[in-house]
């Protein structure tokens, strides 16, 4: 069973344009939702992360809303950019555990 | 260096023999993870050492697979009778503490295992 799941799959957004990604869950143990980018042959590295406590969070161009009821965030990239252009995983730890949950991905691919 | 690093970068072996990957740690990261990564999809928890024990090893798929970081920093994973099912890029992961107050992962840039 997949404790995180995200979606869509893939993206294609222009220059310019908002890449939304989504991501749900049902585990009310989780604590703390990181999103990872991952460029090809690299690692995830860590982009921005949101504690439920919190309704959203912005980073520059980066913003996570988080619904806390509805076992919801989402990552909103504005002003995409083709160096955006990577894979990008939710993620979600449990309390007290430090084990992480990652979702399948989102490929986003933005056209110049 | 300053990251994680994982070596080998790229290892193809025949099924049924033994793999070594090793992951050696942010100096300092208490918290080591293994994670497996499929094609096209996210990372699937393996191990988690906190120190030299594995605080929680409920992600090993069988007992084929087992882990050790006998000193608290560099970390081997290992697989024995590989199959071709084993076949993915295997991520290691450090943090700080591991504590509730931090939970960055920095992952190294993995061991793409193939088994033919």
């Known amino acids: 069973q997949q404790q995180v799941k995200q979606s869509p799959q893939s993206l294609i957004v222009q220059k310019g344009g908002i890449s939304i990604i989504n991501c749900a869950y049902e585990?009310?143990?989780?604590?703390?939702f990181p999103w990872y980018q991952q460029f090809p042959g690299k690692g995830p590295a860590l982009l921005i992360a949101?504690?439920?406590?919190?309704s959203e969070k912005k980073e520059g161009r980066f913003t996570i809303s988080f619904n806390k009821s509805a076992k919801q965030f989402s990552l909103h990239i504005m002003d995409s950019q083709p160096g955006d252009s990577a894979t990008y995983f939710c993620a979600a730890r449990v309390y007290n555990f430090n084990k992480f949950y990652f979702g399948s991905g989102t490929k986003l691919n933005v056209k110049p | 260096g300053a990251g994680v690093s994982q070596t080998p970068s790229n290892k193809v072996t025949e099924k049924g023999k033994y793999v070594e990957l090793r992951c050696d740690p942010i100096?300092?990261?208490?918290?080591l993870y293994w994670y497996r990564q499929s094609l096209g999809q996210g990372p699937e928890f393996l191990i988690y050492?906190?120190?030299?024990?594995?605080?929680?090893d409920s992600g090993l798929p069988n007992d084929r697979f087992f882990a050790v970081r006998p000193e608290g920093s560099v970390s081997t994973l290992k697989i024995q009778r590989t199959e071709r099912g084993d076949s993915a890029v295997y991520l290691c992961?450090?943090?700080?503490?591991?504590?509730?107050?931090?939970?960055?992962?920095?992952f190294g840039e993995g061991s793409r295992l193939t088994v033919l």
């Open positions: 050492f906190q120190g030299t024990g594995a605080a929680d």
């Open positions: 949101i504690r439920p406590d919190v």
């Open positions: 992961a450090s943090s700080f503490n591991g504590g509730a107050n931090t939970g960055e992962l920095f």
């Open positions: 100096s300092g990261h208490t918290a």
């Open positions: 585990n009310t143990a989780f604590d703390y």
